[in-house]
């Protein structure tokens, strides 16, 4: 059986591993990095990690979000990207994706 490792969060300012203990949520509102001191921006509960970046979509046409919403339930690709994201939250994983539109695309829509 492959050893398992222990869930983390990893900073976002100064990268540094913190342990997620027990139940503990991945990102409780009070969090504070350990290492830097970093505390995170909440908004409407939901933790900003990077909200320099907020209301950016840099590349992206931010129109798209909609058509996105619509098509990933039933397209090859979503399905199986969503499946890893899933799979990889349930191991305590970080996600080999690295976060995905996907999730953007479901949040905004
Ligand atoms: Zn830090």
């Known amino acids: 059986m492959p050893k398992q490792s222990k869930p983390v969060r990893i900073c976002p300012v100064c990268s540094a591993a913190d342990n997620i203990l027990g139940n503990e949520r991945l990102w409780?509102?009070?969090w504070r990095c350990p290492f830097c001191g970093h505390t995170l921006?909440?908004?409407?509960?939901?933790?900003?990690?990077?909200?320099?970046?907020?209301?950016?979509?840099v590349g992206?046409?931010?129109?798209?979000?909609?058509?996105l919403a619509r098509i990933e339930g039933g397209?090859?690709?979503?399905r199986a990207v969503l499946r890893v994201e899933h799979l990889s939250r349930r191991a305590g994983l970080r996600?080999?994706?690295?976060?995905?539109r996907?999730?953007?695309?479901r949040k905004r829509a």
């Open 28 to 30: 409780p509102p009070c």
């Open 41 to 57: 921006v909440i908004r409407a509960d939901v933790p900003y990690l990077a909200p320099e970046l907020d209301g950016e979509d």
């Open 60 to 67: 992206f046409d931010p129109t798209a979000f909609a058509t």
């Open 75 to 78: 397209h090859f690709w979503f």
């Open 95 to 100: 996600s080999p994706i690295g976060g995905s």
């Open 102 to 105: 996907v999730i953007v695309a």
